[in-house]
């Protein structure tokens, strides 16, 4: 396996993901997210063609031909598009084919210290971290389809793993958050004076993903010790 991370895990988002797509009328896919200029047809092919391209990427690796997530990032989006369009069966049916092709990829492969580009000359990023990466686009964009699954909804497991993740990439004005459940995590460097952001860890966890804060969701159940919350400027 390439990542620590429990296969356990990924797999019970994907099965919980792909329920919540099941049951979703098909009159409801036109509906807005929490992404902006998406829709939930939108939203739900990006998960099916992100899931194609890690694998793609895991079977390269496996079979050293090394390939790319994407040909390019124009392309992507384009397909995206495409595939957005097609009847919603038919995006169910890939969702389900494509989360099938992933699992297998990932839970055979053995890539220890291998890298590959997002999209050719692109960024590189570690192979270690397909797993995580995987888990954060299906957890995140479940809770942007606005189809009754929230940041509630995550696991803790989950949710201290994006926290962790979070902390760890932000290099803005430093600030504290102390969640409800006891955890605590240090945004940046900060100093005596730094702002601490409470709240139950999933719902800072989703405001840390860059959500809005006057979100249905997050906002009214996150305070400030400043009054306002961090602008995220570092994220």
């Known amino acids: ?28 896919w036109s509906g807005d997210t929490h992404c902006a200029g998406w829709s939930r047809a939108h939203v739900i092919a ?9 694998a793609g990427v895991l079977d390269g ?9 994407y040909a390019s990032d124009e392309r ?22 494509a989360v099938d092709r992933f699992g297998a990829a990932w839970s055979g492969a053995s890539v220890p210290g291998e890298q590959f580009e997002r999209t050719p000359g692109g960024q590189l990023i570690r192979a270690a971290a397909i797993g995580f990466m995987r888990l954060r686009e299906v957890e995140i964009h479940h809770a942007d389809l606005r189809a009754g699954y929230s940041w509630s909804d995550w696991p ?7 926290l962790d993740n979070s902390a760890k990439q ?8 102390a969640t ?3 955890g605590t995590w240090a945004f940046g460097d900060p100093d005596d004076d730094a702002p601490t952001v409470t709240g139950p860890a999933g719902a800072v966890a989703w ?22 919350l961090p602008t995220m400027e570092g994220r």
């Open 1 to 28: 396996m390439v990542s620590s991370l429990p296969s356990e895990v990924v797999d019970a988002a994907s099965a919980r993901l792909l329920a919540t797509v099941a049951d979703l009328p098909d009159t409801d």
């Open 156 to 162: 803790q497991q989950t949710v201290a793993a994006f």
């Open 170 to 177: 932000y290099d803005g004005p430093g600030f504290r958050v």
């Open 180 to 182: 409800d459940g006891g």
């Open 76 to 97: 992507r989006d384009a397909d995206i598009e495409e595939l957005a369009a097609a009847p919603p069966d038919e995006i169910r049916a890939r969702l389900r084919a």
């Open 46 to 54: 990006h998960l099916v063609l992100n899931a194609e391209g890690l």
């Open 207 to 228: 405001w840390a993903t860059g959500r809005p804060v006057d979100d249905d969701q997050a906002g009214p159940v996150l305070s400030s010790t400043e009054g306002t």
């Open 61 to 69: 690796l496996r079979a050293g031909e090394p390939r790319t997530m």
